[in-house]
Nanobody, 121 residues
């Protein structure tokens, strides 16, 4: 079955950096666009970044643009989120998700379990 497993979360101070990874299995990775989303306590899940199957960045949320970088390695079936200049408001559970590159909608087909990122002030 399809699995998306995030890793790399943790506790970091304001201004610090973290690199999240999401390892995919059970799917043809290069057939999927990938996204990172996050959900802070008491808030709805929100989009952070997306990348297409070729490695071209699709978009970033305004709140992370210039600080976060999404990338992927199709040979390793892995998508990354490099997070720099972290702020307390970046504290959230971060999820990766996969969407078929031929999909007619923006609905993501598969989701990971999430990894916690906590930024202390």
């Amino acid at each position: 079955q399809v699995q998306l497993v995030e890793s790399g979360g943790g506790l970091v101070q304001t201004g610090g950096s973290l690199r999240l990874s999401c390892a995919a299995s059970g799917l043809a990775f290069n057939m999927y666009n990938m996204g990172w989303f996050r959900q802070a306590p008491g808030k709805e899940r929100e989009f952070a970044a997306a990348i297409d199957w070729t490695g071209r960045v699709i978009d970033y949320a305004v709140s992370v643009k210039g600080r976060f970088t999404i990338s992927r390695d199709n040979a390793k079936n892995t998508v990354y989120l490099q997070m720099n200049s972290l702020k307390p408001e970046d504290t959230a559970v971060y999820y990766c998700a996969a969407r078929r590159r031929t999909a007619a909608t923006m609905v993501y087909d598969y989701w990971g379990q999430g990894t916690q990122v906590t930024v202390s002030s």
